[in-house]
């Protein structure tokens, strides 16, 4: 194409002594062009807007790209901020360009994608699943309240909005900053990934959780500890565990301090017997820092469990059933 011949040409800038021009490709055209050389000295053309002014400050925005890429430096935060904002067809011509990373076109999607793109990441990293599902859930859920659509939606003034919002509908503290964590830590990826420039949640403190405790936890005492297994071998079959077997699983709980998913992930072949070097395997899988573990377990309750499982040779797992989602029921 003769650039000479183009409708309406004029210089926006200058790059190597080459101008920066726009114009419109034919008198009838509705969308003003830009044509540039890049960092290569090869000439572009690019489609932008239909406002001649938008289009001209965006061929100046463009020529500075050019100009961060030949100096091999990253462009600044008023480009970059500026890109955030971009379509995905502008993004995706400069990526094939090599003008600008092709993280930065990814980023255009809308964030729905993103949020996906994270998930499939927590899921490669091997986090448990539970987790993976809250996490993700407490994220979707501020994107609705705040109507985030793009990246470029995301701010803190609309995060603290939500947190205040679930405020008003009682939630606790510690429930708002469980939420509050998610968010951060979908805004680091962000960050870490170059799809944002900058983390504007980052700035956002958690609560201090001391001010409004709803429960105060604590470990058993040895009476109460003692009264529950007592309580749970007489008892009838609940959730589907006879008491028997209920109350090993106490026993095992408190001897050992594992969290219920790891007590619920153990299989016969998780126990090792041998009187006091008696002991019990974690899976890396299984547990919470995901590395493989072993819990030393006392000589009576080591009996014990193997008397139980030698009654019961066909199981698999070491206890059935053991209650709610959420830890022991029974």
Request: proline fraction near 2%.
């Amino acid at each position: 194409m003769d650039f000479r011949r183009l409708s309406r040409p004029s210089a926006v800038g200058s790059h190597e002594g080459e101008r920066v021009r726009i114009y419109k490709r034919t008198a009838q055209s509705r969308k003003w062009e830009i044509q540039f050389r890049d960092h290569l000295y090869i000439i572009r053309r690019l489609t932008l807007f239909t406002d001649k002014a938008a289009s001209e400050e965006a061929g100046r925005k463009i020529e500075k790209l050019v100009a961060f890429k030949m100096a091999g430096e990253p462009c600044d935060t008023t480009l970059a901020k500026w890109l955030g904002t971009c379509s995905a067809a502008i993004l995706t011509r400069l990526a094939e360009w090599d003008i600008v990373d092709g993280r930065r076109a990814a980023s255009a999607k809308g964030i729905s994608a993103h949020v996906e793109d994270w998930r499939a990441t927590l899921m490669s990293a091997g986090r448990v699943r539970r987790h993976i599902a809250d996490t993700v859930s407490n994220v979707n859920k501020c994107i609705e309240y705040c109507k985030w659509r793009t990246l470029g939606d995301i701010t803190g003034d609309s995060v603290m909005q939500y947190m205040a919002h679930l405020r008003t509908k009682g939630k606790s503290l510690s429930t708002i900053n469980h939420h509050l964590r998610s968010v951060k830590t979908f805004c680091n990826w962000l960050l870490s990934e170059c799809r944002i420039v900058e983390n504007s949640v980052a700035r956002i403190p958690l609560h201090n959780v001391a001010t409004d405790r709803r429960k105060e936890r604590r470990a058993l005492t040895h009476a109460e500890l003692t009264k529950l297994i007592q309580a749970a071998e007489s008892g009838g079959i609940v959730n589907g565990m006879a008491g028997h077997e209920r109350a090993l699983l106490y026993r095992l709980a408190a001897e050992t301090g594992l969290r219920w998913s790891e007590l619920y992930s153990l299989k016969k072949t998780s126990f090792h017997f041998d009187g006091s070097s008696s002991h019990v395997t974690i899976q890396a899988a299984n547990a919470k820092n995901r590395k493989r573990d072993q819990q030393p377990i006392q000589e009576r309750l080591a009996r014990d469990l193997q008397s139980y499982f030698d009654e019961h040779p066909n199981k698999e797992k070491a206890f059935r059933q053991c209650g709610g989602k959420r830890g022991l029921s029974c």
